[in-house]
């Protein structure tokens, strides 16, 4: 049984047994003389991908996004800035903020006199802050009018 199903189906999971004989899944009852409920044909042969040790990785933007703004002593909340990059941040558009307003994070900085976490916390709420605003002014070109005749 995979863990996590629920996020994936409504319907219930079953805990099976599984063997594999030749190119075929054989699936048994959890019990310990299961019944067979069923065979999986493997459709083409699995090669696993071997990725050397020390590989690198490409990272993805919410990654890249990471990385900048905790080089920046921000302590980002993972769910708002995946929100965040939903409605459209970017690592330029965040670059962009940054440079725009990094006189501003380093008075926060300087203001607050919390520890580094509740000062890192800060940062990245004044940077949200400045993403939505930077949001509402983004000016986007009208459409063209459409008239029915």
């Known amino acids: 049984m995979a863990d996590g199903i629920e996020n994936f189906s ?8 599984i063997s594999k004989i030749d190119h075929k899944l054989l699936i048994f009852e959890n019990k310990k003389d299961g019944i067979l409920i069923g065979e999986a044909m493997c459709q083409k042969n699995y090669e696993p991908q071997i990725t050397p040790f020390g590989a690198s990785i490409e990272k993805n933007e919410v990654e890249l996004l990471t990385l900048f703004l905790e080089q920046r002593e921000m302590v980002l909340d993972q769910v708002q800035l995946i929100k965040a ?8 558009i965040a670059k962009q903020i940054y440079a725009q307003h990094q006189d501003r994070y380093a008075n926060v900085s300087k203001i607050i006199k919390q520890p580094s976490k509740a000062r890192g916390q800060a940062l990245f709420n004044a940077f949200l802050m400045d993403f939505e605003r930077h949001q509402r002014n983004t000016h ?3 459409y063209a009018l459409y008239k029915e005749e």
């Open 10 to 17: 409504r319907l219930k999971s079953t805990k099976v047994k």
């Open 85 to 92: 990059h939903e409605k459209g941040l970017t690592l330029e």
């Open 140 to 142: 986007v070109a009208p």
